[in-house]
Nanobody, 114 residues
Framework: QVQLVESGGGLVQAGGSLRLSCAAS????????VGWYRQAPGKEREWVAT???????FYADSVKGRFTISRDNAKNTAYLHMNSLKPEDTAVYYC????????WGQGTQVTVAS
């Protein structure tokens, strides 16, 4: 069973930056489309960004131009570089395989103070 472990969250001031990591167990990471998602208090989980195996990337309009998704297949790890953070980016951030979900990890909390 593949396990996903997110890390790198924290408390940051508005305008600040963070880099989140998503480490996957097993050997299938390199052939999977990876996505980042987030869930704010009282809201449903929403999609944030996707990176394909050919490294094509896609972003939600709310984060386009501020967030960058990347991957290192040798380390079975995906990243989410977040710049110009806003209070509305506050959420628990998760990663998963876009076309074939595995059990969700615990996520990593990002809190942006105004």
């Amino acid at each position: 069973q593949v396990q996903l472990v997110e890390s790198g969250g924290g408390l940051v001031q508005a305008g600040g930056s963070l880099r989140l990591s998503c480490a996957a167990s097993g050997s299938i990471f390199g052939i999977k489309v990876v996505g980042w998602y987030r869930q704010a208090p009282g809201k449903e989980r929403e999609w944030v960004a996707t990176i394909h195996t050919n490294r094509n990337t896609f972003y939600a309009d709310s984060v386009k131009g501020r967030f960058t998704i990347s991957r290192d297949n040798a380390k079975n790890t995906a990243y989410l570089h977040m710049n110009s953070l806003k209070p509305e980016d506050t959420a628990v951030y998760y990663c998963n395989f876009v076309t074939s979900y595995v059990p969700w990890g615990q996520g990593t909390q990002v809190t942006v103070a105004s």
